[in-house]
């Protein structure tokens, strides 16, 4: 019964691995689509203030970039009008004020000429759409010399309720910081996550140390082949196959955070006791931690595009998916964690430097499957998030993410994993195999942000990930005269399919 049980879970795993490694790889610390034109109306009264999101052109008048640098108007709402001529507007009623009117009918730099021909100081565009870059031709841009920008119409209408009719306003635009503490939370969250299942791995018994094996190279070839074609076909039917792959990781996940939770009670000693019904020997513990496991990834699945929450959730689902994912699969070998690395760098790399070449838009496959081809619709629950703290303004417009694929800890994780079976079978005290993948991995990461931060563009993280352990791994057996071993694995882990103690492929 309980072997039955475990084969499920291996397939869910297995599903949901792959599209986590189909679609994952690229967005090592990309940030969320960040348009850095957002900035910010900050309204008050005296008494009272508000900020808000507003999108404006660097190309138009430029903004303050400190509030204190920026200069105060008062602001004319005559959003009962679009602006696309001065009919029945008074010059008297808007010189020198800021004035706000709706979106449309006209373009925006039609707009702008009237308004600065009234004597406007500011123009605000109201819309009931989704906010976008204001722009125009180049010609047209030297023309206009008062900042315009982009807000909510639902923003203007709060903030009618809120002060009334008095209200003065500035705009600003704060820098963007490249550098971002979210970044250290991201390389905290990635190796304690690849530390942990290493030795989560070495500390299972050697009859149990996982229950799939990967052994063949040529399976691992059609494994990889296999996530190809997923990816493809992501590409072509994103809009349906989003909601089965959110069905497949509410459900992994799940799994994947009892089995974790229930190894933390074990080790504790907690809620050993159980009970019987109709011959059934239910644990208590085990009843418990399958209610809060699913709760919360029903939480998570409801609110999945709450972003200024559901993130914590998403993340904690996630390093639980990845820890149980290197439990639960095992490499048989070196050979086998050459091979498969190997074959994910150079999938990866071509999906992300290649297939621009191909696409419509000259956007990557890969980020297009791992974004969504919409920015506001579903996104495929695949990556580590964590917001953007230095991000303020883009943070007002919408939740920025520095986001980490589960791909880019699973694939090296697996051959720390590797490494902590190996020091067991060794018998080394040091751990020298893991640690030194461990720190192998840790620098790979590093020197991905670094590549990230000088070109400004998110990295494949697998690029620099696979050749940093891959050849620490190697070095380290060589140097200690293990490599024969180290290549081949030991006797007991490649299991044939008699046997009742694991899975091979």
Known sequence: MIFQHTKHQIHAYWDAACVSWMSSQLITFLAQQINCQEAILHISNGSTDREYCIVHNHSWTPLSETLDAALQYPLVNMTSTVLCNATGVSPDVVKGKALVVMRGD?????????????GATTLLIASSKSLITPSANDSEYAKIHIPLALMRYRDLLEAQQVFGEGMQVKLYAPPH????????VMLLIAIVTVALGGYWTSQTDKAD??????YSPLKVVFFVALMCGMLVLMYFFYNVLVYVIIGIFCLASASALFSCLDA?????????????????????RSLILAAVCISIAVVWGVYRNEDRWIWILQDLLGIAFCLNFMKTISLSNFKICVILLSLLLVYDVFFVFITPFFTKNGVSIMVQVALGPDASGEKLPVVMRVPRFSAWAQNLCGMQFSILGYGDIIVPGLLVAYCSRFDVWINSSKKIYFVSCCIAYLLGMIVTFAVMLLSGMGQPALLYLVPFTLITSAVVAGCRGEMRQFWAGTTYEVRGPESSKGLCI
């Open 106 to 118: 006209c373009g925006f730099s039609q707009k702008a000429l009237v308004a600065q021909s009234l």
């Open 209 to 214: 140390s996982g229950e799939l094996f990967l």
């Open 177 to 184: 910081s490249k550098i971002d503490a979210s970044i250290a």
């Open 264 to 284: 933390v009670m074990e080790k504790l000693g907690c809620g050993t006791g159980s009970f019987s019904i109709r011959n059934f020997n239910l644990s208590v």
